[in-house]
């Protein structure tokens, strides 16, 4: 059976999008141990670590790890609940900076787009472990897509003051996920993320209408 870990990936995706924002993580020593943890992944990735290569990174004892966290799964966890509450403030930080809900969605869309694409830690997972990552943000991505969709829309559901219902729009916010996600795995041919204009027309002209519900309908045709 294959190991869990090597899905961190995916949770890290999930969990960055996910509504509950983790409280505090532990004491000093165990903040020692997640810094300590966070680089050998990043350097090495998740399977090749191991519980001694993070005791010796962190320069404390091995004692210590395991009085904090039982396995690597729990550090691993432990990994992800800090990077995910580090990643949704910035989020609810950069849309809560505007008033209007295209600005919200525009640079929200450009915050977890840039902030994925660039996350050191998850370019690892997917470079070393993408066997096993990436089916959990492909074909097998069923529960990253809808639990994402689901926070979106809740969220928009909040700002737009409009009568859609829940199922509308969860299926906008359902497109608006897909495409994060397909914009961390594959380097768009003709839209150039890395140029923030670009980015900002794009999620203004495609991302911003579909979630807002704006149609284009004829009116006396």
Do not use: C
């Amino acid at each position: 059976m294959t190991s869990n870990l090597p899905l961190t990936a995916a949770a890290f995706l999930r969990a960055a999008l996910d509504r509950q924002v983790p409280g505090g993580t532990t004491d000093a020593m165990g903040e020692q141990l997640i810094d300590a943890a966070m680089r050998q992944f990043e350097l090495f990735g998740v399977t090749r670590s191991t519980m001694g290569d993070i005791t010796r990174r962190s320069g404390l004892s091995r004692m210590t790890l395991y009085r904090r966290f039982a396995n690597k799964q729990e550090l691993v966890n432990a990994v992800l609940l800090r990077e995910s509450a580090r990643i949704l403030a910035g989020l609810k930080k950069e849309i809560d900076r505007y008033d209007d809900v295209e600005s919200k969605l525009t640079e929200g869309f450009l915050y977890i787009v840039d902030t994925l694409r660039g996350h050191s830690l998850l370019n690892r997972l997917l470079e070393s472990e993408p066997e096993v990552s990436v089916p959990y943000l492909t074909v097998r991505g069923e529960p990253l897509v809808r639990s994402s969709a689901e926070f979106l829309a809740a969220e928009m559901a909040t700002d737009l003051d409009d009568s859609r219902t829940h199922e509308e729009l969860l299926v906008a916010a359902e497109v608006a996920v897909r495409l994060v996600i397909s914009f961390v795995l594959t380097p768009s041919t003709t839209i150039d993320l890395d140029d923030p204009d670009v980015a900002r027309e794009f999620a203004r002209t495609h991302l911003g209408p579909q979630l807002q519900g704006r149609r284009d309908r004829p009116t006396g045709e």
